[in-house]
């Protein structure tokens, strides 16, 4: 139970084009999703939290309008990232499941290359 | 501001050995600190998590300590086998209850 798929898992885009990367809960419903960018060799930066029927809050330093978020169903979220640049090349992971971190579920991530 | 950070960026251990891997934090206020073990182009995996108000919690191979005197936590492996090789994370939760990751350590393990 409680398995998270990402699509695609590789994309590799020109720069200025929109890319649309999505999130599903297979076995569950999520209320809340997390979504997360993790460049080579560092971290993961919690970009947004993504609330089913509501408005994303995004963290701060990230745009909102170019990161567009989606989270139209229980068991789907969307991220756009929107005319991309190289700079946005990175692996992006969401998570899926409640707002409380034990009950957070994460995806195998998507690897978005700009050229 | 919150930050979570890791001593050594890679650590490399004999197959069989125990693994000790550390963690710095910031944050006292988190209620809890997680560690995550992320494989090559995958997402992380949940290890283990430990309350603000314990100092030590088992699992299966796996403790994590905690000592809050010093920020410190810390994760280890016992009797490391090659598919503990990852990247660690540790992880504490902020006031909102979202996941603050530290910068990770490599894990390799040698034959």
């Known amino acids: 139970g409680a398995v998270v798929s990402q699509h695609p898992s590789r994309v590799i885009c020109k720069s200025g084009t929109s890319v649309k990367i999505e999130c599903r809960s297979l076995?569950?419903?999520?209320?809340?999703m997390f979504w997360y960018r993790q460049f080579p060799k560092k971290s993961l930066m919690l970009m947004a939290t993504s609330n089913e029927g509501s408005k994303a809050t995004y963290e701060q330093g990230v745009e909102k309008d170019k990161f567009l978020i989606n989270h139209a169903s229980l068991t789907l979220s969307t991220l756009t990232v929107t005319s991309a640049h190289p700079e946005d090349s990175s692996f992006y992971i969401c998570?899926?499941?409640?707002?409380?971190?034990?009950?957070?579920?994460f995806g195998p991530g998507t690897r978005l290359t700009v050229l | 501001g919150e930050s979570v950070g890791l001593h050594l960026p890679t650590l490399s251990v004999q197959e069989g050995d125990n693994s000790i891997i550390n963690c710095a934090y910031s944050?006292?206020?988190?209620?809890?600190f997680i560690w995550y073990k992320q494989e090559s182009g995958k997402g992380p995996q949940f290890i283990i998590d430990?309350?603000?108000?314990?100092d030590k919690r088992q699992g299966q191979r796996v403790t994590v300590l905690l000592n809050k005197t010093v920020k410190h936590l810390s994760l280890q492996i016992a009797a490391t086998q090659p598919g503990d090789s990852a990247v660690y994370f540790c992880?504490?939760?902020?006031?909102?209850?979202?996941?603050?990751f530290g910068k990770g350590t490599r894990l390799h393990i040698l034959p």
């Open positions: 992880a504490q939760t902020n006031r909102d209850d979202k996941i603050i």
């Open positions: 430990i309350r603000s108000n314990m």
């Open positions: 076995d569950f419903q999520a209320t809340t």
């Open positions: 998570s899926a499941g409640t707002r409380r971190y034990n009950e957070q579920f």
């Open positions: 944050n006292s206020a988190s209620d809890y």
